[in-house]
């Protein structure tokens, strides 16, 4: 029997789940016969491929919801953003052989290792608030992805002239669910137990803009906030960078229909992308995003043949 207490937690597993199904359905349906027939002649246009800026992922868990992740951040960049993953070493193995049939003719995707056993949000918010990280790197820029976050329609490149930006934090904002009672015996409604769900309770005041998951950043500006700041071990990175942004770059999107534009996740807009909004939006509008997924890979594969 399911209490009280746990009906926010089985919720979010089903949602998660939900967008787990959408995403490896499009995986097997679309995005891996276009690999195994389309990719190579795709390569063969002229792509404007540069080192300035790169996909990046971390994650040492090779299953199909990583291979979906990457391979749907290669169509909506138009296969000019490289990809560079990083894993843990004892996960390198089954990484590159979820890759491997991208990996034999293309440098469109690189697989990386961390020095570290596993990957766990601490250490990846610890990893991210690192000076030596973001000095490893040799883009300008890079997209940060998670294999929680979407790209939704193809992502407009200009978006690249931002020094840091991500969806706007939900502060304050909190949804109620319903689930209902039944009488044993006649097995009628007769009755419910509303669940609060609360959103960045902790964030500290005056943070607008920033959310991580899903975000555009200039490395030598994560550099020095690095160098330069402290944060508790126990802060998200993309909390820690938030606070910091505007003393050390003018370069950030002051207009909120710009970020919406970009990425959500708990508000919803037509976006580009978003990050985690399958655990916070109506199911109407989570209805809404994957139709309008769906029929963008279908029309974007269509251009490639």
């Given at each position: ?5 746990d009906?926010?937690?089985?919720f979010?597993?089903?949602?998660k789940?939900?967008?787990e ?18 990719l190579?002649?795709?390569l063969?246009?002229?792509l404007?491929?540069t ?24 169509l ?14 004892k ?7 979820l ?10 995707i ?6 570290i056993?596993s ?14 990280f ?7 820029q890079?997209?940060?992805?998670q ?11 200009t ?20 689930i ?26 005056g943070?607008l ?12 500006i ?5 160098s330069n ?8 990175e993309?909390i ?9 770059t003018?370069?950030?999107p002051?207009n ?7 990425s ?9 992308g ?14 809404s ?8 890979v279908?029309?974007?594969?269509s251009?490639?043949?």
């Amino acid at each position: 029997m399911i209490e009280p207490k746990d009906f926010i937690l089985e919720f979010k597993k089903y949602r998660k789940g939900i967008f787990e199904s959408h995403g490896i359905y499009i995986l097997r349906k679309f995005l891996n016969p276009w690999v195994e027939r389309n990719l190579s002649k795709s390569l063969e246009r002229n792509l404007d491929i540069t080192n300035e800026r790169y996909g990046l992922i971390i994650d040492d868990r090779p299953n199909e919801m990583l291979r979906f992740s990457v391979l749907n951040t290669l169509l909506m960049t138009d296969l000019n953003l490289p990809i560079q993953i990083y894993t843990t070493q004892k996960s390198l193995s089954d990484t590159k052989k979820l890759f491997l049939d991208v990996l034999d003719f293309t440098n469109l995707i690189k697989i990386n290792t961390l020095e570290i056993d596993s990957i766990n949000i601490d250490l990846y918010n610890n990893l991210l608030k690192s000076t030596n990280f973001w000095s490893s790197l040799i883009a300008k820029q890079v997209l940060i992805f998670q294999t929680d976050t979407l790209l939704i329609e193809p992502l407009d490149f200009t978006i690249f002239n931002y020094d840091y930006i991500g969806a706007l934090f939900s502060k304050g904002k909190s949804r109620c669910i319903s689930i209902p009672h039944f009488n044993k015996e006649t097995r009628e409604e007769d009755g419910n137990t509303w669940i609060t769900q609360k959103y960045n309770e902790d964030l500290s005041p005056g943070l607008l803009m920033g959310n991580g998951g899903l975000s555009i950043r200039n490395c030598e500006i994560m550099k020095t906030i690095c160098s330069n700041e402290t944060s508790n071990p126990n802060e998200n990175e993309d909390i820690f960078f938030s606070k910091h942004l505007n003393k050390y770059t003018k370069n950030l999107p002051s207009n909120k229909n710009i970020i919406n534009r970009f990425s959500i996740e708990a508000d919803f807009h037509k976006s580009v992308g978003y990050h985690g909004s399958h655990f916070y939006l109506d199911h109407s509008e989570l209805s809404s995003i994957y139709d309008r997924h769906i029929r963008t890979v279908i029309g974007l594969l269509s251009s490639f043949n």
